[in-house]
């Protein structure tokens, strides 16, 4: 399947590499990447993190870049291998944060000897999500470095899981420490956006030793390659509002997800705000804001080997990722 690399704004960021050589920062305009470590200081680095750390100003220098003649040391994309764009410090998870979804869930879970009519339970839970927005708070884990992919890695599917399910995600990207940020500052502090699918393994979440201690998202979330990222950072500055972006994500070519941002319980700027009261946030760090509804779980199809997840969020470009049954 060819690899959409379509993206908002003249220039992105990535982390390519060419057949086994180590990894590098790329300026990515059109079709093709510029290797940022070959360049001096304030756009050359060794890592995009090193770049995201002096955001500012190296924001100016690849500005510049972008715009000047393409010279004969762009390499084609279609040449390299795209790995995770950004190696981060942290990773942090919101759960339950569409509302279309989280009503879904709740009509999904609702107590076998629940007799109220569909319509009064849908009216009720909707009412909660409204009740959460007002006065409550986000929800938001942790993940680990380890789970992360490219964004046309191909997904294993673990031989112990009948449940490996679908999660698309826009990820807001940190350039600016946080800590104990307001919400109207809190956008000051994402200098860009990517996507990323945070696939989860759903038999492995509740264990029936918790009790009602709750869920345990590491060994549903954090398998090896369950958080396909990217392929691309897009600056802030060329995405405009997030809550206007829209987030599709296709199995085999049907829809599955497919809806706005602006269906966020809580938006980008209060999640940011929200985690920086208890965490420092550091450049390159990611936050992921939550999956829209159309969850494999709600279709009642969960993935297979063999199939294909086209992920796109608009502005951001597309992963493409394959389901492979593992095989010892």
């Not at 003249?10 to 086994?20: D, R, Y």
């Not at 600016?176 to 696939?199: C, F, M, Q, S």
């Amino acid at each position: 399947m060819t690899r959409n690399v379509a993206f908002a704004g003249p220039f992105a960021l990535g982390t390519f590499s060419l057949a086994e050589a180590a990894p590098f920062p790329g300026l990515v305009v059109g079709d093709r990447a510029l290797d940022l470590s070959t360049l001096g200081s304030p756009a050359g680095a060794r890592t995009t993190r090193e770049l995201l750390e002096n955001w500012d100003e190296a924001l100016t220098e690849l500005r510049r870049l972008a715009d000047a003649p393409r010279r004969e040391d762009w390499l084609p994309l279609e040449e390299l291998r795209v790995h995770p764009p950004v190696e981060p410090h942290q990773i942090l998870q919101a759960g339950a944060n569409y509302r279309k979804h989280v009503i879904e869930l709740t009509l999904a879970h609702r107590l076998a000897d629940d007799d109220r009519p569909e319509e009064v339970a849908r009216a009720e839970a909707a009412a909660g999500v409204d009740r959460r927005a007002a006065e409550g708070e986000p929800y938001v884990f942790t993940g680990l470095h380890s789970s992360l992919a490219g964004a046309y890695d191909d997904l294993r599917l673990p031989d112990w899981s009948e449940q490996v399910d679908w999660e698309l995600e826009l990820c807001a990207v940190i350039t600016k420490p946080a800590y104990r940020v307001r919400r109207e500052e809190a956008l000051a502090h994402v200098g860009a956006y990517t996507i990323a699918n945070d696939v989860t393994a759903r038999d492995a979440v509740f264990r029936d030793d918790l009790g009602r201690i709750g869920a345990d998202w590491r060994p549903g979330k954090n398998l090896p390659g369950f958080t396909p990222l990217g392929p691309f950072l897009v600056p802030a500055e060329h995405i405009g509002a997030p809550e206007g972006l829209r987030l599709t994500l296709k199995l085999n070519g049907e829809v599955k997800q497919d809806d706005c941002a602006k269906d966020m319980i809580f938006d980008v700027a209060a999640l940011v705000s929200y985690a920086s009261q208890t965490t420092q946030l550091l450049p390159g760090d990611l936050l992921l804001t939550g999956s829209p509804a159309g969850n494999g779980i709600h279709w009642g199809r969960l993935l297979r080997d063999g199939d294909v997840m086209e992920s796109t969020i608009t502005g951001l470009g597309t992963q493409i990722t394959r389901c492979a049954a593992e095989r010892h």
